[in-house]
């Protein structure tokens, strides 16, 4: 079974940076995609950032320049810098490991307000 445990969301002003670790356990394919979505309320769930275990990254939009994935295969680990942030970028965020199945952490609130 594959568990999903994600740490590191707060309240930060704008402006500030946080960042979200997301520790995989379980069995785990050597090829997977680990990603990190975003939920504000009142909003479809969407894609923050990518990164494949080849080390292939990809972007929403409106975090490029701002936000950066990055991820550690010995330790199944994903995390996600996060600076400049906006009150904009205020949800909970999710980890995601994508291998034959899809998986989801529990979520972590952002909060981004002065």
């Known amino acids: 079974q594959v568990q999903l445990v994600e740490s590191g969301g707060g309240l930060v002003q704008p402006g500030g940076s946080l960042r979200l670790s997301c520790a995989a356990s379980g069995s785990i394919l050597s090829f997977n995609v680990m990603a990190w979505y975003r939920q504000a309320p009142g909003k479809p769930r969407e894609l923050v950032a990518a990164i494949t275990s080849g080390g292939s990254t990809n972007y929403a939009d409106s975090v490029k320049g701002r936000f950066t994935i990055s991820r550690d295969n010995a330790k199944n680990t994903v995390y996600l810098q996060m600076n400049s942030l906006k009150p904009e970028d205020t949800a909970v965020y999710y980890c995601?490991?994508?291998?034959?199945?899809?998986?989801w952490g529990q979520g972590t609130q952002v909060t981004v307000s002065s």
């Open positions: 995601n490991l994508e291998m034959t199945s899809l998986y």
